[in-house]
Structures are given as C-alpha cells and as structure tokens.
C-alpha cells in the first residue's frame, strides 16, 4: 500500500508539535498535554507518545506561547490539507489565524453595532463584546469576479439584470465570505471549555447569510474532558482529536476503565474526529 499525501501531512502534523516542544515530556515523564494530577490523563497521554514518537525531554511551554504555536501548526496543516483538495472546491481561499468576525460578510453588520453602541455607554454596556468574536483560525473565500462564473467562454453567466444580491459575486460584495471558524484548544480545562461553545453560539445567532464551520482541535488526552465539550449538538459542527487513532488504540487497554467506551460513543455519536477528518469535512 502506497503513502497517501494525507497520512503523509498527518504525519508531519505530528512531528511538527514534536519539534516545536509542544508535545514533550517532563523529566518525571509527565506529557505535556496531561494533567499531572490525574493517572489516567498521564497514562493516556503516555500512551498516544509511544505512538507517535520520541518527545524532547525539556521544560513545558507556557500556557499562552504552547497555545498560540499549537494553532500556528493547526494552520498550516489546513492549508496544506484543505488546499491540495482544490479541485473539489476551487475558489480564492485564505487560511489563516483569526481576526474580528466583522471582517466578514455574514458578519459585517457588527461592525456598524461597535460603532453604535461605543457612541452610546447604555447601549455598550447592555450588549458588551461578546459578539465580536476572534477566532483562532478561519477559512474564508474571496467573492469572484463575473468571469469566473462564465462555463464555456461563449456566453456569459451573469448579467446586470440577475444574481444583484450574492455575496460570492465580486460587483455585489468585496468582503471575504468565512468559510469556517476554528478553535484551537491544545487541553481542555473547566475554566475555559466553554469559550468554544460561547464562540460557536454567537456564530449561530448573529449571521446573516450562510453559517461557516464551526470546529474545535484539541491535544486533549482525557476522554472525560474531550466529552465535556464534545457532546452535546447545536454550538460546534464537531471536536477535532489531534491524534485519534492513536487514542482510541490506548483507551482500549482494560486498566483504563470506561475510557474506552466514552471515546467510541463520541465518535459513533458523529461528534469526535480525528484531526486528518478536518480537511475533507472543510470541503462539504
């Protein structure tokens, strides 16, 4: 069986957390992304490193610097994943981190909101900021010009009299149209689980014109923890594992408890993928 281009960028997900220190291991063998406190986090996360390769012993990144290079890696994986599909969504794409969602065009209309309600202190204080929202990766597809819509080149698709409202036509619209907003989460505590979801929501309710992705990528290594963001429907498309295959290999160990059967009720439930899903989900 020959390598797949897309086992080949999984594979160099993998070893680009390796290399940037963000998977490691302490002196005392604890994982970077396990909780010390918890065996079962350790063990599990033990587990997934004996899979896929010899971490550098050496001290954990901080919270905030291992976040922001966890997402940067994320990234790149995407776009490499997401773009060499082109020929089953051709478009202008950008990948990239996140910025303010107003930038967008389902979005645009909470930037007029900020500049009301900075004008008016009752006004602000009623809505605050939650609404304007930066994600930690996006997706989005430049609108196209008239001729990108011709077929054959002897007539024209479009005229002035038709199509006068789409955002994916460049004489209507020139902001980008998000395609998908993602949220990178390298481990998942309980004081800021909720974020994602929080982040997912105002996605849902504050578009106006079609909803993007809505994803979560995790480095989690507890099935409980995964679970407490995962389960559940109406906020997040579905959570992301970094290395799910290899999760599931380790949780199917008898000392691990129901583990196991946590992990395979995600995945059965449509809501746990592993992280080589993402790029062909992106397509649909």
Same mark, same amino acid.
């Given at each position: 069986m020959t390598d797949a281009f897309l086992s080949d960028a999984r594979q160099a997900f993998h070893s680009a957390l390796l290399q940037n220190n963000i998977l490691s291991t302490s002196e005392k063998s604890i994982p970077s992304n396990a909780d010390a406190s918890s065996r079962v986090s350790v063990a599990i996360a033990n587990g997934i490193l004996e899979k896929l390769g010899k /971490?550098?012993?050496? %001290?954990?990144?901080?919270?905030? $610097?291992? !976040?922001?290079?966890? %997402?940067? @890696? =994320?990234? %790149?994986? $995407? #776009? @490499?994943g997401f773009r060499a599909l082109g020929h089953m969504r051709p478009g202008h794409w950008v990948v990239g981190k996140g910025g303010n969602v107003a930038h967008y065009d389902q979005y645009s209309h909470l930037a007029a909101l900020e500049v009301l309600a900075k004008q008016n202190r009752e006004l602000w204080a009623a809505l605050g900021s939650d609404y304007l929202i930066k994600p930690d990766i996006v997706i989005a597809r430049h609108p196209e010009p008239d001729e990108s819509f #011709?077929? *054959?080149?002897?007539?024209?698709?479009l005229n002035d009299h038709v199509a006068k409202l789409t955002p994916l036509r460049l +004489?209507?619209?020139?902001? /980008?149209?998000?395609?998908?907003?993602?949220? =990178?989460?390298?481990? $998942?505590? +309980? *004081? &800021?689980v909720q974020n994602a979801?929080?982040? !997912?929501?105002?996605? @849902? &309710?504050? &578009?106006?014109?079609?909803? /993007?992705?809505?994803? @979560?990528?995790?480095?989690?290594?507890?099935?409980?923890r995964i679970a407490s963001i995962a389960l559940g429907t109406g906020d997040i498309d579905c959570v992301y594992h970094f290395a799910l295959t290899e999760l599931r290999e380790v949780v199917s160990e008898p000392n691990l408890g129901e583990a196991s059967d946590l992990v395979e009720t995600m995945i059965a439930g449509k809501r746990l993928r592993d992280i080589s899903d993402l790029p062909v989900d992106l397509v649909i």
């Open positions: /971490p550098r012993a050496t %001290e954990k990144l901080r919270g905030q $610097i291992a !976040g922001a290079t966890f %997402e940067r @890696v =994320c990234a %790149e994986f $995407i #776009d @490499v #011709d077929t *054959d080149g002897s007539r024209a698709y +004489s209507n619209n020139d902001k /980008p149209i998000l395609h998908a907003s993602i949220s =990178c989460k390298w481990t $998942i505590r +309980s *004081d &800021r979801r929080s982040e !997912g929501l105002v996605l @849902v &309710r504050n &578009r106006k014109g079609r909803l /993007p992705h809505i994803a @979560v990528i995790t480095g989690e290594p507890s099935p409980s």
